[in-house]
């Protein structure tokens, strides 16, 4: 999605035990050492995104220790990163039962519940924590992306003016701000507040591709001021050709802006913007299509050795990108894959073009395919879980599930808030529960 949003959906863990760190006291914790030893072997767990491994782990530890907070919020973030929110959530009321008003908790709590689309409940997690300390920076960013996603535009705009007053150096802050600002098409201001973001941490693509998308916006709102200038200024002829209407199948404008103006904007010498405008990652996943639909299909051999981490490039957009992109937006997608082909020719690091790329492949049926292209984008980023995502989406459509949903857990341990993350894990796993119904063997 163009624009999409950069919440702050990151939790917040504890990963020792109480009886292991003295700075961290707790109701009912022990000295018993054996709850210490399941629970460090549930951190390890998490720390290697082996979430199913860490939740059985502190499964054990909490037979041991029931009443331990730590051990209930880990297993709430274990859980979470598995795509089970309401088994988190449950976890992070045990917690809350024993600890109330625990603040770490609590936050936790508020993310889950805004994952499930519990906006009214996440938004009382987020105000509990802010009456018991109304200095709390990220209480005030995440209660400003629930209201952001609620709609609530000018309730939004004023946490996230909060979250920066405390903590002006907090990039998804101002982000999110630029975002809001943009629905008030207070389109000078976002930039700004991109800028800001961008000043704190400039190698973050969604900023960039979020102020490329505002400045387009606002040179498209004043081309259509001095357009409609022009045309009050012309005599009237006495005949004109008649409007056509589109027809009630047809697609209403989008709501993006056009490709020419959106290309100028990205070429404007002022700041560079970033190449890529849009993360087109999926945000639904089709039913899984069996192997057998393209024989003819192989998937491509892994490179010799990985490619080293490719550094943001923020001198000059790749013009083949921007025009592959657009493409990609109309549907164009033969023409889309010629341009992002030609964008690795001159870089064979650049990420962005393979995943683009390897979307491109895939809607044109080319499944296998698309897999070797978001292998070569994970080689050069191993840890972008939109690349994920999309690996995850391909190995869905061709049945292969058991795969997918290690993408689709992969992605969701790096960014929580994933929201695609999370949908393709139940679907795999329904996926996985029908073809054993059949089979009669156990989901893998």
């Not at 707790?26 to 995104?49: C, L, M, P, R």
């Not at 909060?162 to 975002?179: C, F, H, S, V, Y």
């Not at 657009?326 to 992002?340: H, I, Q, R």
Request: proline letters at 7%.
């Amino acid at each position: 999605m163009i624009g999409e949003k950069k919440p702050k959906t990151e939790g917040k863990e504890t990963v020792t035990e109480a009886s292991g760190d003295p700075s961290r006291k707790e109701t009912g914790a022990t000295t018993d050492g054996g709850a210490a030893i399941w629970a460090d072997k549930g951190n390890k767990f998490v720390e290697s995104s082996m979430y199913a491994e860490a939740v059985q782990c502190y499964d054990k530890a909490l037979e041991i220790n029931p009443k331990s907070v730590v051990l209930h919020n880990n297993r709430g973030l274990a859980l979470a990163r598995t795509g089970r929110i309401g088994d988190a959530i449950e976890s992070y009321e045990r917690a809350l039962e024993i600890k109330p008003g625990d603040p770490e908790v609590l936050y936790n709590k508020g993310i889950a519940l805004a994952q499930m689309g519990k906006t009214a409940e996440a938004l009382a997690c987020y105000n509990k924590l802010l009456e018991a300390n109304p200095n709390d920076a990220n209480a005030w960013c995440s209660k400003g992306d629930v209201l952001f996603e609620s709609i609530k535009y000018e309730e939004a705009l004023k946490a996230y003016d909060m979250a920066i007053q405390l903590n002006p150096k907090d990039e998804t802050a101002w982000n999110n701000r630029g975002l809001t600002l943009v629905k008030f098409n207070r389109y000078d201001d976002a930039i700004e507040s991109y800028d800001k973001a961008l000043e704190i941490n400039p190698r973050i693509e969604k900023i960039w591709s979020n102020k490329g998308l505002a400045i387009a916006k606002m040179n498209e709102k004043k081309e259509k001021i001095d357009l409609q200038k022009i045309a009050g200024t012309l005599p009237k002829e006495e005949k004109t050709t008649p409007q056509v209407k589109p027809g009630p199948g047809e697609p209403a404008e989008r709501e993006k802006a056009t490709e020419s103006s959106y290309i100028k904007a990205l070429m404007e010498k002022t700041r560079p913007v970033f190449e890529k405008p849009a993360d087109i990652s999926p945000v639904s996943i089709p039913p899984p299509q069996p192997d057998n639909s393209r024989k003819e299909e192989e998937l491509p051999p892994k490179p010799d050795s990985p490619q080293a981490p490719a550094a943001v490039q923020v001198n000059e957009p790749d013009e083949n990108m921007v025009k592959g992109n657009s493409l990609f937006l109309e549907g164009k997608y033969e023409e889309a894959l010629e341009c992002f082909t030609k964008s690795l020719e001159k870089d064979q690091k650049n990420k962005t073009a393979w995943n683009n790329k390897g979307l491109a492949l895939a809607k044109l049926g080319r499944v296998y395919e698309s897999i070797g292209c978001y292998e070569k984008a994970l080689e050069i980023a191993p840890k972008d879980h939109v690349v994920l995502n999309n690996k995850g989406t391909a190995f869905y459509k061709k049945g292969r599930a058991s795969e997918a949903i290690q993408c689709f857990q992969t992605s969701l341990g790096l960014n929580p808030g994933n929201k695609t993350a999370i949908r393709g894990i139940e679907l795999c796993n329904e996926y996985l529960e029908k073809t054993s119904k059949k089979t009669g063997a156990a989901p893998s």
